[in-house]
């Protein structure tokens, strides 16, 4: 099976956490394109969305699914959302898709924060794949540079403007041991908007092809 139809079948697993006449939180991504899609064929029974990016939001706006303000519907039941890394433990690495700010607005406001991957996405250890920052633009060197005393190689993703004005650092080289530990020691940092990782809170079901994962004990 190729990753598209692991990806596809996550989707289609995630469908059957949307309740009768909710607002769904909605992420980002190829994965999150597929669970547009089948929450298209669905649109009747829900009330809408909230969407963590303009890409999401042409996609849903396309399909006739009304996109609300998260200020206007208040705390959510379900938000569901790509990685780009999981660890055993449910916590994440997001944001190669740049949109890891409204998806952490969003994933905070929900009860149950469902996570659709495809086996590629699972790690042991998160860090292999690039640790996406986004900063306010005239902080992108000094947040490189606290990086940098942290053992981190920070690369700038030149070009690329996030859709609430920031930049994006990728920072290589890390093996993150203590996940929770460093996000918050990045968010301290002056100019961080935030941090693609998903530490102190995780998902709360991570879904695989079409397998509900077990989370392994702490
Ligand atoms: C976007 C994200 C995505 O969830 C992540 O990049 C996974 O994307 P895909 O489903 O295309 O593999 O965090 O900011």
């Known amino acids: 099976m190729s990753r598209d139809q692991l990806k596809q079948q996550a989707a289609e697993k995630a469908l059957g956490f949307v309740e009768e006449g909710s607002v769904v939180g909605?992420?980002?991504?190829?994965t999150v394109a597929f669970?547009?899609?089948g929450l298209a064929k669905m649109k009747a029974r829900i009330d809408?969305?909230?969407s963590s990016s303009e890409q999401s939001t042409r996609q849903l706006q396309a399909h006739g699914i009304?996109?609300?303000?998260?200020n206007a519907v208040g705390p959510l039941k379900l938000y569901i959302d790509g990685a780009d890394e999981c660890d055993p433990?449910?916590?994440l690495i997001k944001g190669g898709g740049a949109a890891l700010t409204r998806e952490k607005i969003i994933a905070q406001a929900s009860e149950t924060f469902v996570c659709i991957i495809d086996p590629a996405k699972q790690v042991e250890l998160l860090g292999a794949f690039p640790l996406p920052v986004e900063v306010v633009p005239m902080a992108r060197s000094l947040v490189g540079r606290e990086i940098l005393k942290l053992d981190g190689q920070p690369v700038w993703r030149e070009?690329?403007?996030?859709d609430n004005g920031g930049w994006i650092i990728d920072v290589h080289g890390w093996r993150i041991q203590d996940p929770v530990a460093l996000e918050a020691r990045l968010n301290q940092i002056p100019g961080v908007i935030s941090v693609g990782l998903f530490a102190a809170r995780p998902a709360d079901v991570v879904i695989v092809g079409d397998q509900?994962?077990?989370k392994r004990p702490l």
């Open 89 to 91: 433990w449910d916590r």
């Open 35 to 37: 669970f547009i899609d």
């Open 26 to 30: 909605v992420g980002t991504g190829s």
């Open 212 to 214: 509900i994962r077990p």
């Open 159 to 162: 070009g690329v403007v996030t």
């Open 48 to 50: 809408g969305a909230v």
């Open 66 to 70: 009304p996109v609300y303000d998260l």
